[in-house]
């Protein structure tokens, strides 16, 4: 579980400083200012995660190094962008903390995170979808 976690956060730093980060200064440097300078960048990293996880088989450049795979029971862009909208409840003003606090609750308590619980997906190691994937060849047979 620890070792997930630092995955995950290590997945997250390396997409924020490939993505969200030069978006942002960019940004700053055309000279966008006050809501556009904050939404902007969130949407950006909201589309980069969205055709990432749909195109690179649930990963990200970041999750590709950090080797973590979002898996989904119903794969597709839809589902994997619900995904990813959901995490811009985390930069709300005044209540994102709040939506923060009560995604860390709810990985300590359910070991997925709030956007994971709402898309109904799952962060797994590569070895883990790996086994995953061989249970699943093997039910395939058996039936």
Known sequence: MKG????????ILIDGM??????HMLLTILGFEGFLLKILPQFLFVVYNTVSLSSFEGKTIGKYFSRLTVYTEEPGMIHVGLREASKLLYFLPNIGILFLFLSGLSLLIFKLTLHDLISQSQVLLDV????????????????
């Open 4 to 11: 997930k976690l630092v995955l995950r956060i290590l997945a």
């Open 18 to 23: 490939l993505i969200y980060l030069p978006s």
């Open 128 to 143: 883990e979808r790996e086994i995953m994937e061989r249970e699943e060849h093997i039910e395939k047979q058996l039936y």
